[in-house]
């Protein structure tokens, strides 16, 4: 996670903190994702990309991480 840093914390307008975001927020971003990455060739480096190659055990282990971290 390092673009929303280490704990999800964030890091500026572009990379906005998901510490302490519901873990469905994230589950269903995520997946929001993926389908864009479906639909066409996702940027180098961009969530997209990143969510794309994530299985559905990372996608949660993830969301529940990120929704036990103090929001920002």
Do not use: D, W, Y
Request: glycine share 6%; aromatic share 6%.
């Amino acid at each position: 996670m390092s673009c929303h840093a280490e704990n999800g914390t964030g890091n500026g307008q572009r990379f906005p903190s998901i510490a302490g975001e519901p873990a469905v927020f994230v589950v269903n971003r995520l997946h929001e994702f993926q389908a864009r990455a479906k639909a066409g060739t996702p940027k180098p480096a961009s969530m997209t990309e990143v969510a794309s190659k994530l299985t559905e055990a990372q996608i949660r282990a993830a969301a529940a991480f990120l929704s036990v971290k103090p929001a920002s």
